[in-house]
């Protein structure tokens, strides 16, 4: 990559367009008037699935009225700049479609018109993610993450007591013991890994099909930086010696609960010694070499919304066709 080119874009995760409001989240009162607001939109949430309507290639999120929202824990995700609260629900089994409005309810004090359920799809944020604006993408991301963070932290890690949630779903607090728990979040760095000429180092996991390739990532371990998280995971997977880390860029992975952080770095051995339970297959790759394999199909690269096809296609310097 030359020094002109930009830094990586666009990461399609890390976008938003609704305050997170912090201030409000320990405030019962204004929580109270927010799910009693009928301007409030809620989105159901159900194992990092949601409802979803696509038309001509975008997609939206179905949003629902507090009155037609369905019983779960209830997270808030934000308020935009017109003042509109928006909050999640965490769905047991299938998402619902909305129950019907309680008589002589109108329809301006509801959100939208119960959606037509036939253009609506309950669909996950890896497969619709691209195809979000940035305020539905914002919004989605941060429903996953807060509902697989409360989904495997029920119970208080110090005495095994069930939590309860507060702070619009941000805080879980032992009854016994009062300590707080906070949503985790796991830093990982992912790295394109080149020789500072004209080859980058793609690899595939044991776990992969054939062809399917992608950057070199890890996560980081305690005590240690970002740029020694580059070094050992390269070293540790490849064999092969860095030099130079260059973040670029991070973007949220909640799957469960990763924050990808991206890096270039630059090697300073190119000998690939494989740990083969991490790596099945690894090659240098010229970017000839690689937009050929690409083309014809050789190689299959990851999803545009995905943080690795952003530190690829920003190597290469263009787009490159085709996803998993």
């Known amino acids: 990559m030359s020094e002109g080119r930009p830094l990586l874009g666009p990461l399609l995760l890390a976008r938003g367009g609704v305050d997170r409001s912090a201030a409000h989240r320990t405030d019962e009162a204004w929580l109270k008037s927010a799910w009693a ?13 949601t409802l979803i309507r696509r038309d001509n290639g975008t997609a939206g999120l179905v949003f629902l009225s507090p009155r037609q929202a369905p019983p779960g824990e209830r997270y808030l995700l ?3 700049p017109e003042g509109i609260a928006y909050f999640a629900v965490a769905v047991e089994g299938e998402l619902p479609p909305p129950a019907p409005l309680p008589e002589g309810t109108m329809v301006a004090e509801v959100v939208q018109d119960v959606p037509d359920w036939a253009d609506v799809a309950t669909e996950g944020l890896r497969k619709v993610g691209a195809a979000l604006g940035d305020r539905d993408a914002g919004l989605l991301v941060n429903a996953v993450a807060l509902e697989a963070w409360h989904a495997t932290h029920e119970h208080c890690p110090r005495c095994g007591s069930r939590t309860n949630i507060l702070s619009g779903g941000h805080v879980r ?24 000429d004209d080859r980058c180092l793609l690899a595939r996991g044991p776990q992969w099909p054939e062809g399917r390739y992608s950057v070199l990532a890890g996560f980081v371990e305690p005590g240690e930086s970002l740029e020694q998280a580059v070094a050992r995971e390269v070293l540790e997977e490849v064999g092969v010696t860095v030099a130079e880390p260059r973040y ?3 973007q949220p992975w909640p799957f469960p609960r990763s924050l990808m952080l991206g890096f270039f770095a630059r090697a300073t051995s190119t000998e690939i010694t494989l740990d083969p339970a991490e790596i099945a297959e690894a090659m240098w790759l010229t970017r000839s070499e690689l937009g050929a394999a690409v083309e014809n199909g ?3 690269l990851p999803p545009g919304v995905s943080i690795a096809r952003r530190l690829i296609e920003t190597w290469y310097g263009s787009h490159l066709p085709g996803d998993w």
């Open 248 to 250: 670029l860029g991070s």
């Open 37 to 49: 607001d009928p301007r409030t939109r809620v989105l159901l949430i159900s194992d990092g699935n």
């Open 298 to 300: 050789e190689i299959r």
């Open 173 to 196: 607090v032992c009854p016994n013991d009062g300590s707080q728990h906070f949503p985790r979040v796991d830093p990982a760095v992912i790295m394109l890994v080149h020789d500072g």
């Open 78 to 80: 934000g308020v935009d």
